[in-house]
């Protein structure tokens, strides 16, 4: 066999190797399978932290006291 021949022959397997591959994604986008399922949100497990739960406005006298507390932690004082 001359390489002209197994080149050839190498090239006519990559082609239909990659019609195969693109027959089977197609196949496998037509029917929403393997690596085309629709993602569906797992569920929180239970009992956990919901921050998007009910807000509660703070008082403004919180609001100092969180003010004050996040003055003396990072040393600026007014």
Do not use: C, D, H, W
Request: hydrophobic content about 45%; proline content about 9%; aromatic content about 8%.
């Amino acid at each position: 066999m001359s390489t002209k021949a197994i080149s050839i022959g190498i090239l006519v397997l990559v082609l239909l190797i990659m019609i195969v591959y693109a027959i089977v994604m197609f196949e496998i986008y037509k029917n929403q399978t393997f690596i085309f399922t629709p993602y569906q949100q797992p569920a929180p497990p239970p009992n956990t932290f919901r921050p998007l739960g009910n807000v509660t406005p703070l008082t403004q006298e919180e609001i100092n006291q969180r003010n004050a507390l996040i003055r003396a932690s990072t040393g600026t004082a007014t």
